[in-house]
């Protein structure tokens, strides 16, 4: 994409990082030098870091300007923002998911310490990234028991079958054994096959909406605040947070030919018809031309199915993880 957009932004965060000499923005100027995008990589995340408390506009503000340039950096770079990033709170959620998503050279520190990741964030990274991933995530303080149980149970699965079928078993890295605990004796099978169902309850549990007074209150605030933000992508994380799934499947449902699926999401979410409609007209304002548009709208959320579109959501969650990560988990 053009740079002029990001390079435009520099100004703001200029202004906002004064704890980072001008120097550093002044030596990044318009054209088509093509380590341009790196060095505003870099400047920005020091800038961020430098700052003793971040603001929350000045959080959104790397967010807006380190998103774009990210396919343009390096492997490199993005190691560096991931280091920088995992002890930075606040810190901004959108680029620190984008990090931990990567590969595990890049994204370790962010799973070993990172705030910003939750317990449902986490989960999907293990679904999506398998045992590389889990071993970090394994690291982190207090992690939810929910989740250490299942990564003891990944980390077992996968240590058995690496292991030799004859003679004695490898000793396991140093990382290894930290991350994990040992496996189960083969006569207590039916207790490790306990464990690991518990540790999926927990799981599905902690991935399903909660629809609780306090969730209508604070999570219908955050989407509204996001859709009517302006800010391109802001809905989709909010969504993507509130739903528990992914951010490309959140853009597929905010950016959809209509607004049908976006109608069960928020359904799911046990919203108002006056809230779901707000949050739909702001992401698709030209479905709403008319008075009778409203009108039909209204009515097919009413007559939507909270169960149903509950169990759509979870298919859509289901369908969020990857299928070698599914596989693990059906071995656990």
Partial sequence: MPLQRPFNRVLRVRRAYRFVSSTVFRQIGPGKDPGKPERLFRAAIC????LP????REVVQLDDLALPLFDSVSPEARRFAAAALSECDPAPAGLVRRLADEPISVAAPLLMRSSVLRDIDLVRLIGRHGVSHARAIARRPGLNPAIANLIRALLASAEARSAPQHGEPQDDPASFRAASAPPPPA????GGDRNAEE?????RAMMRPSASGEWKVSGYAKLRSAALAGRPGAFELALAEALGITLLQARDIASGRTCAMLL??????DLGAEQA???????FPAEFAHAEDIRQFLDRFEAT???AARATLR??????MATGGQALLRAS
């Fill in 315 to 320: 298919a859509w969650q289901g369908a969020g």
């Fill in 264 to 269: 069960t999401a928020l359904r799911a979410l």
């Fill in 305 to 307: 199915d909270r169960e």
């Fill in 187 to 190: 006569g207590d099978r039916r």
């Fill in 277 to 283: 409609f707000l949050l739909a007209a702001a992401t």
């Fill in 53 to 56: 408390r971040p603001s929350r």
């Fill in 199 to 203: 540790a999926r309850r927990h799981l």
């Fill in 47 to 50: 800038a961020f870091c430098s």
